[in-house]
Nanobody, 123 residues
Framework: QVQLIESGGGLVQAGNSLTLGCAVS????????MGWFRQAPGKEREFVAA????????YYAVTVKGRFTISRDNANNTIYLQMNSLKPEDTALYYC????????????????WGQGTQVTVSS
């Protein structure tokens, strides 16, 4: 049974930082690219960041580039999203997702999903 379990969400003030984690089990982690997506109320799910199977070539949405950092620990089947300089518009439910092979920005191409962790940024 494949499981992706996010952690680290919470309520923070604008300008502060937060780190999300996603623990993955039930699949061969090193054969999957990993991504972070988010969905705010009333909005579509959107791409945030992705990282290749080997941990190289991270890719970011324009809205978070320079503020967020995605990383992965292949020894412990975990990915992270370090979020700095948070803004109220970053408020959303954040999901991690796994995609066999190469990563992409289209959420519909991802194979497995976590249940999400809420991030709320107050102004």
């Amino acid at each position: 049974q494949v499981q992706l379990i996010e952690s680290g969400g919470g309520l923070v003030q604008a300008g502060n930082s937060l780190t999300l984690g996603c623990a993955v089990s039930g699949l061969t982690f090193t054969t999957y690219a990993m991504g972070w997506f988010r969905q705010a109320p009333g909005k579509e799910r959107e791409f945030v960041a992705a990282i290749a199977k080997n941990g190289r070539n991270p890719y970011y949405a324009v809205t978070v580039k320079g503020r967020f950092t995605i990383s992965r620990d292949n020894a412990n089947n975990t990915i992270y999203l370090q979020m700095n300089s948070l803004k109220p518009e970053d408020t959303a439910l954040y999901y991690c997702a796994a995609k066999y092979g190469f990563y992409g920005t289209d959420w519909s191409l991802y194979d497995y999903w976590g249940q999400g962790t809420q991030v709320t940024v107050s102004s």
